[in-house]
C-alpha cells in the first residue's frame, strides 16, 4: 500500500490495530507515525495511552505487553515503535498478529529496510486483515517536482519554475530536508508573494548566481569567463561544494547530454525531459549544449571526470589542493 492509500483509508475512520510502516523513505513513515503520536488521541490522553518505544532499546515481548494493556479512561491507546528495523526479535510479534487487542493502535516504523516477505511470519503479517503495510519509496529525482507542486497547492502558496528546480538540484530528493526548507520558504514569504530563486538564495542558502544550474549553462556555452567565476566561488567557499561532489554534479550532466543522442521524439521537451532526467525548465540550455559538445567529446569529459574523481580521492594527485585539481578539471572539460 502507497502513502495517499494509507492516508486515505484513515483519513476514514477505517483504523487498524497494526500499522507495519516500511521503506527507504523515512518522511512518509514520518506523517503517518506523527499523526497516531500528535492528533490521534485526545490531548488530555496523551500521558496515559500514548507509549513511544526505540527497537534497538526493547524485545517483541516488551511490545507485546505494552499493546496488551488496555487505555485508561479513553476508547484507544497508541503504541509507536521507532526504528523497529532494530528489533533483533521482531518475528515473535507474530503471535500477537493472530489477535491483536482491538482499543490498541500498534504502528511499527520500519525505516531504510524492506522485510524479507518470503518469511512466514511476514507472510502472515502482510495477509492479515488486522494489518495496514505501508511501503514507502523514495521518489524518483524527475517526480519531486511534481512533488513540490503538490505541497505549495496543498498548502497555499506559489512557487517558481526555477526555484522548484534549483531546490531539485541542490536537494534531490529528500523529501524530509525538502519538507523543512519548503517550510522555511512558506514562513517567511509573505502571502500571496510567488517564491522565487532570489528567496530560495536568502532562507535556504543556494546562490542563485553560483549554483550548479549556472555552471550548467556556462559550460554548455563554453563561457569561460563566468566558469571561472564560479570555480572561484566554489574554491573560496567549499562548505557550498566539494570537489567529489562537484564531480558527481558534472557527471549526472555530461551524462543527460549524452543520453540526448539516443532520444528519438526531440520534438517535445517534457518527453525530453524524463528521458534526460533533468528539469523541462532547463531543457533548452541543454539541448543548445549539445549543439557545442560532440558525443566524443562528452565521452572524453566523462573520462576526465573519472579520472578526477580518482585524484580527488587521494590517488596520484601529489602537491595538489582541491582548488589547483578542480581548475585543472574544469580547463579540460571545456577545451
Excluded at 483509508?9 to 516500511?22: D, G, H, M, T
Aim: overall charge neutral.
Amino acid at each position: 500500500m502507497k502513502y495517499s492509500d494509507l492516508a486515505k483509508e484513515i483519513q476514514s475512520k477505517n483504523i487498524k490495530p497494526i500499522y507495519f510502516l516500511s521503506g527507504d523513505e523515512s518522511y512518509f513513515i514520518d506523517l503517518i507515525s506523527n499523526y497516531f503520536e500528535e492528533d490521534f488521541l485526545p490531548a488530555d490522553s496523551l500521558d496515559f495511552n500514548l507509549s513511544i518505544m526505540y527497537g534497538k532499546d526493547v524485545s517483541a515481548r516488551d511490545i507485546i505487553s505494552a499493546s496488551k494493556r488496555f487505555p485508561m479512561m479513553a476508547d484507544k491507546q497508541v503504541v509507536i515503535v521507532k526504528e523497529a528495523q532494530q528489533l533483533r526479535d521482531l518475528e515473535l510479534i507474530s503471535s500477537y498478529i493472530d489477535n491483536p487487542l482491538a482499543s490498541t493502535v500498534l504502528v511499527l516504523c520500519y525505516k531504510n529496510s524492506k522485510l524479507d516477505k518470503r518469511k512466514a511470519w511476514a507472510k502472515k503479517l502482510y495477509s492479515s486483515k488486522f494489518v495496514s503495510c505501508m511501503e514507502s519509496n523514495k521518489l524518483y529525482e524527475n517526480q519531486v517536482p511534481i512533488w513540490i507542486s503538490t505541497y505549495a497547492k496543498k498548502h497555499s502558496f506559489n512557487i517558481s519554475k526555477k526555484a522548484i528546480a534549483l531546490l531539485c538540484e541542490s536537494i534531490g530528493n529528500d523529501l524530509s530536508r525538502m519538507h523543512n526548507e519548503l517550510e522555511k520558504l512558506r514562513l517567511n514569504v509573505k502571502n500571496g508573494e510567488i517564491i522565487d530563486d532570489s528567496h530560495v538564495e536568502k532562507y535556504v542558502g543556494i546562490s542563485k548566481e553560483y549554483n550548479v544550474f549556472e555552471l550548467y549553462k556556462a559550460i554548455g556555452n563554453r563561457n569561460i569567463e563566468k566558469i571561472n567565476r564560479i570555480v572561484e566561488y566554489y574554491i573560496g567557499n567549499s562548505k557550498d561544494a566539494s570537489l567529489i561532489m562537484i564531480i558527481s554534479m558534472l557527471y549526472t550532466y555530461y551524462t543527460a547530454l549524452l543520453s540526448y543522442s539516443f532520444i528519438t521524439n526531440k520534438k517535445n521537451k517534457n518527453i525530453v525531459a524524463n528521458e534526460m532526467g533533468v528539469s523541462p525548465y532547463f531543457v533548452d540550455d541543454y539541448i543548445a549544449a549539445t549543439k557545442i559538445y560532440t558525443p566524443r567529446k562528452i565521452v572524453k569529459n566523462i573520462e576526465i571526470l573519472r579520472e578526477f574523481d580518482l585524484k580527488a580521492k587521494g590517488e596520484g594527485v601529489g602537491s595538489l589542493d582541491g582548488g589547483e585539481l578542480l581548475l585543472e578539471m574544469m580547463y579540460k572539460l571545456i577545451h
